[in-house]
């Protein structure tokens, strides 16, 4: 079965850090596209942070300097290490699994898991 489960999120003070995982399961995840998205209440999901294949990021400007995403292709595990947080960064946390198998694409997202950065 193809999944992919997040973990590690919660309650954190502004300032605070956290860092999200996301295991997959059931696919090639070396060839894979990881993506992080997030969507707070009322607002349109949005792209964090993304990590090819080949290990290239990239952040949104919003957590530029104060995200890190990494992937462990040994573990088939992604993460987000977020540091810094501030109340903004509430969301819902999703990950994305995106890859190409001759010449058809798969997508794949997991449950999410919920961030709430509050004092």
């Known amino acids: 079965q193809v999944q992919l489960v997040e973990s590690g999120g919660g309650l954190v003070q502004p300032g605070g850090s956290l860092r999200l995982s996301c295991a997959a399961s059931?696919?090639?995840?070396?060839?894979?596209?990881i993506n992080w998205y997030r969507q707070a209440p009322g607002k349109q999901r949005e792209l964090v942070a993304g990590?090819?294949?080949?290990?290239?990021?990239n952040y949104d400007d919003s957590v530029k300097g104060r995200f890190t995403i990494s992937r462990d292709n040994a573990e088939n595990t992604a993460y987000l290490q977020m540091n810094s947080l501030k109340p903004e960064d509430t969301a819902v946390y999703s990950c994305?699994?995106?890859?190409?198998?001759?010449?058809?694409?798969?997508?794949?997202w997991g449950q999410g898991t919920q961030v709430t950065v509050s004092s």
């Open positions: 059931g696919m090639i995840f070396s060839i894979s596209t």
């Open positions: 990590i090819t294949s080949g290990g290239s990021t």
């Open positions: 994305n699994a995106r890859r190409t198998l001759m010449g058809r694409v798969y997508s794949t």
